[in-house]
């Protein structure tokens, strides 16, 4: 099964994988966890194997995403989609059950809670009519279970913003927030650079885990401010703090590199495309974590 996931994974990560004796074993492992999950439980072994090197194949490091990967949830994930009985018992009584109390935080109503619930249950597991169930998103970088609730906070969020509308594209809301075109950060304009930039972003967000993801979809894409977010996450406010700025920091540093990597700047020319992304983080990331849906 291993060399499936190597096939999945990529040349590039493959050829480092084989020269990592030590990645390997854990990989084994992680394959291995998953076969012990029980028959009706575990997901189709050369799936799983694919699946995980699919997923590890869209990261921008793939070593630190093997740190980072949650190999189990990922395989009850695989096997929800799969619809193993065993799998779908678990993710309701370990998952969807325990979304009451952050759910009760956007609004404490029964009601509403159990219509978020409904929600995200069929929004996870039915699958789309392009492709498959949405759970199949999850990239494993992180619980699945923080997954989740982040999937249902938001879902919440967006039913009491604007309940029955639709939201706008990120097409639509780059127009109405038009970038000046008389600035150094003129380059961003471009539709070619803007491309690059999405494309960065969204690399390094599956580079960071669930909490990290958790906290900048909140602050950049939702606009909570601090206070509601230590809320609903159930942390002080200095503790998030910490939180935020760590994950910021990484997500610059990290989409920095690899925008030096791709495009030809000089120094200033790459501080000055930074300058126009740190300007128009919360549109950036709300193309990288999708529209609301």
Known sequence: MLEVLLLAVGAPSAELLRGRPE??????SALDE???????????????????????????????????????DLAMALACVEGKPGALAWMETSIFAKLGAPLARVDASPA????????????????????????MDYSGMGPLRSWVRATAVRAALRMRKAKGQEEPTES????????????????????????HVREALAQVVRTL???????????????????????????????LSRRLSAAHSLLEKRTRKLLADRLALSTP??????????????????GVFGAPR
């Open 112 to 135: 509403f809670v159990a219509e978020v619930v409904q929600h995200v249950r069929t929004w996870l597991l039915l699958p789309r009519e392009d492709g498959p169930p949405r759970l």
């Open 23 to 28: 990645l390997l074993e854990r990989l084994s």
């Open 209 to 239: 885990d669930t909490e990290e993801q958790e906290v900048l979809r909140l602050f950049f894409v939702d606009q909570l401010s601090l206070t509601r977010m230590g809320e609903l996450l159930g942390l002080h406010k200095s503790t």
């Open 172 to 195: 639509e809301v780059l127009a109405r927030h038009a970038l000046p075109d008389v600035t150094p950060e003129a380059m961003y304009l471009r539709a070619d650079v803007r491309q």
């Open 34 to 72: 998953a076969g012990a999950l029980g028959e009706d439980t575990a997901p189709g072994s050369t799936a799983f194997a694919r699946h995980v090197g699919e997923q590890l194949g869209r990261t921008a490091d793939v070593a630190r995403a093997i740190e980072l990967l949650h190999a189990r």
């Open 269 to 286: 020319e790459l501080e000055s495309l930074m300058r126009a992304v740190r300007s128009q983080l919360d549109l950036s990331l709300s």
